[in-house]
């Protein structure tokens, strides 16, 4: 879950990034991952609640994990906002045996925050263009995935 946008081409972000994870999370065969959806706060579609309807639906999946993508989990969006956007949704799906919890915040932890930034700067300095692709985004889930793998 991210904040959301009016800007189309920063929800496609979001979108893109889910699709890229859920691949690399499938890759390195996690046992208990069914598969990664997005959804934003607000000012967007599609909701928290729409995408675990769907997801309950098309798939059969009960078990859902928030991850808020906000670089700081100390904020009111991660304290207060999203963790009623959980509990609405939850509500929401009462009865239908769905469990909704709010996973760790992207911004938990500050050593891979400082990792993928300081991966940036470098990409910068070295004259390597990281806005076409997915940027520090992108450094910080190949750190990501390079620790899943080495256990």
Do not use: W
């Not at 969006?77 to 956007?85: C, L, R, W, Y």
């Not at 959980?86 to 938990?108: C, P």
């Amino acid at each position: 879950m991210d904040h959301g946008s009016k800007r189309v081409e920063s929800n496609q972000r979001l979108e893109e990034l889910a699709i890229k994870v859920d691949d690399r999370i499938k890759k390195n065969q996690l046992p208990s991952y069914a598969g990664c959806s997005h959804c934003h706060m607000e000012l967007s579609d599609p909701s928290l609640s729409s995408v675990v309807k769907e997801v309950v639906q098309s798939e059969g999946i009960t078990d859902f994990l928030v991850h808020p993508l906000f670089i700081s989990p100390l904020g009111k969006h991660v304290k207060v906002d999203i963790p009623e956007i959980v509990k609405a949704a939850s509500e929401e799906m009462k009865g239908e045996g769905v469990s909704i919890q709010m996973g760790k915040v992207f911004g938990d932890d500050l050593d891979k925050l400082v990792d993928g930034i300081v991966s940036v700067v470098a990409e910068d300095e070295e004259g390597v263009d990281s806005v076409g692709g997915l940027g520090g985004f992108q450094a910080i889930m190949d750190m990501i995935g390079q620790e899943e793998a080495s256990g």
